[in-house]
């Protein structure tokens, strides 16, 4: 299976570094010709669509920027998502868990695939939530959600680099993405051709707390940090939206034999992993600098 990855970010490179069968297109995509241009150049059997805007050095950047935004995560996807039905391509395409807010009106609080989202106000949400509900009415194509990417390599787009940071964290449970479980179930999903949107988060969810001690425990035993409230961060000044902080249930996935490991065992295998690769890049820093 010959995989066209659209986009040049951390993802798309992870998933890139992962599948020898696997080329990666930075070129801009501006038209539904610049898509045939690439299925005829590539001649792949399934596109992956990793290019989006989350904005620098957050996504509040998204709510100055609200056109570029709607431009990359809107635009981009439909634009490509032409191309591919053109052709008759399988097209995957990489959405977020960030289009819901809160707990969700079933029982066990968890959202599933075919709820609607309820982003009220954020720029970044809405347009990735605008993106599911044109995409989901096509043929051929899959929708691959993800929640708070986690990965053993050091990244500011890694979640784990993320707390590590920030002298203020707030004090949140969540549904997460484990990158190597998330680079196997994409896939899978291309393998089969998966239509329909998928909740690609590992099951049961973390606390910030325990990605933190986990982090001190087995990388860096003097960090610290400062515990606040959702609340705070925008009361703070620390952000200008509130985020998303929610649980997502992954039915689909299930439903044609795709399943991904627990949380804490995942997150603890990637932590492991993590801090050997941490290691390694403080020696090599050590070595160039002498």
């Known amino acids: 299976m010959k995989i066209l990855i659209i986009g040049g970010g951390y993802i798309g490179h992870r998933c890139h570094d992962a599948w020898a069968d696997s080329v990666i297109s930075t070129d801009r995509v501006i038209s539904k010709e610049d898509v045939l241009k690439l299925i005829d150049e590539h001649k792949p059997d399934a596109i992956l669509n ?86 989901s009415t096509l043929p051929n194509v899959g ?5 708070m990417p986690i990965d053993y390599v050091p990244s500011p787009n890694n979640m784990i680099d993320k707390l590590a940071t920030f002298s203020k964290v707030i004090d949140v449970e969540n549904s997460v993405t484990i990158i190597d479980d998330m680079i196997d179930v994409f896939y899978k999903l291309m393998e089969q051709k998966a239509v329909g949107i998928f909740h690609v988060t590992n099951p049961g969810t973390l606390k910030h707390r325990e990605i933190v001690a986990l982090y001190e425990d087995l990388v860096d035993p003097n960090h610290n940090n400062e515990w606040i409230t959702n609340d705070d961060l925008v009361q703070q000044g620390l952000a200008t939206k509130t985020r998303s902080n929610n649980f997502l249930a992954s039915e689909n996935l299930s439903k044609i034999g795709i399943e991904m490991r627990e949380v804490h065992e995942a997150m603890r295998d ?14 090599s820093n050590e070595t160039l600098s002498c």
């Open 143 to 147: 929708i691959a959600r993800i929640r």
């Open 270 to 283: 990637t932590m492991e992993k993590y801090a050997v690769a941490k290691k390694k890049g403080e020696k």
């Open 50 to 135: 990793a290019a989006g805007v989350r904005g620098k050095p957050n996504v509040d950047w998204c709510e100055t920027h609200q056109l570029e935004t709607i431009l990359g995560n809107t635009k981009l996807p439909i634009t490509i998502a032409e191309g591919c039905q053109e052709r008759g391509i399988y097209f995957l395409h990489i959405g977020s868990g960030c289009i819901f807010y809160g707990d969700s009106p079933h029982p066990d609080k968890k959202w599933r695939e075919d709820d609607m989202g309820n982003p009220t106000e954020v720029t970044y949400s809405r347009t990735k939530w605008a993106t599911d509900l044109v995409l």
